[in-house]
């Protein structure tokens, strides 16, 4: 079965700073990547997703990069607030298997003002 | 809209008991997922529905744990003989269709066993 792995599992950022986290998974079927967002004690929530078809998508200060070759995506977050102060999850799905997602360990973002 | 709920928010029972932990998807959407999140990590995957096909059980940790979907709506996650390891945040997802579509999550029930 599929397997992601996501790092840094903490990261520490002064605001206004760029924030980058990364994830490898290990099925190359995989073909659909969601990052969700998780502030305490809340639900998570999608921010931003993207598909095999597309390596760069950009939402406003985020975007997120696949490259299928490696196997690896990653979420980039420019201009830092504090409330984008949050644990961060990727994760992995291939169609064909329902789009149950596979997820990382969560990286947990600190935004110092 | 209305987005996913879940009912109880919190749940406190004691050890060899069962409990069921219901889930309200959003109206329309015909995939629902359940998970199921530990302290402090990612989530793990459950069960997933997908209409009226047979559900995908392959997440499920043991036979203590079952789940149903009625009438193509809600569903029922049912953990029987509960065990401390069991303690958990259980989350519902659901999507449009079980294709590549967004999961949309409830807000949890939070489980400790005693």
């Known amino acids: 079965g599929e397997n992601v792995e996501q790092h840094p599992s903490t990261l520490s950022v002064q605001e206004g700073d760029s924030a980058v986290i990364k994830c490898t998974y290990s099925?190359?079927?995989?073909?659909?990547f969601p990052w969700y967002k998780q502030e305490l004690g809340k639900r998570p929530q999608l921010i931003i997703d993207i598909r095999s078809n597309v390596g760069e998508k950009k939402d406003q200060r985020i975007a997120v990069t696949l490259n299928k070759t490696a196997k690896h995506f990653s979420l980039h977050i420019t201009e830092t607030q504090p409330e984008d102060s949050a644990v961060y999850f990727c994760?992995?799905?291939?169609?064909?298997?329902?789009?149950?997602?596979?997820f990382g360990g969560g990286t947990r973002l600190m935004v110092k003002p | 809209g209305a987005g996913v709920s879940q009912s109880p928010s919190n749940k406190v029972t004691e050890k060899g008991k069962d409990v069921e932990l219901r889930c309200d998807p959003i109206s329309g959407h015909t995939a629902l997922y359940w998970y199921r999140q530990s302290l402090g990590q990612g989530l793990e995957f459950l069960i997933y529905?997908?209409?009226?096909?047979?559900?995908?059980k392959s997440g499920l940790p043991s036979d203590r744990f079952s789940a149903e979907r009625t009438g193509g709506s809600v569903s029922t996650l049912t953990i029987q003989r509960t065990q401390q390891e069991d303690s958990a945040v259980y989350l519902c997802a659901s999507s449009l269709t079980g294709e590549g579509e967004t999961q949309y999550f409830g807000p949890g029930t939070r489980l400790l066993v005693l």
């Open positions: 529905f997908q209409g009226n096909s047979a559900p995908d």
């Open positions: 994760a992995a799905s291939p169609n064909n298997a329902g789009n149950m997602l596979t």
């Open positions: 099925d190359s079927a995989s073909n659909y």
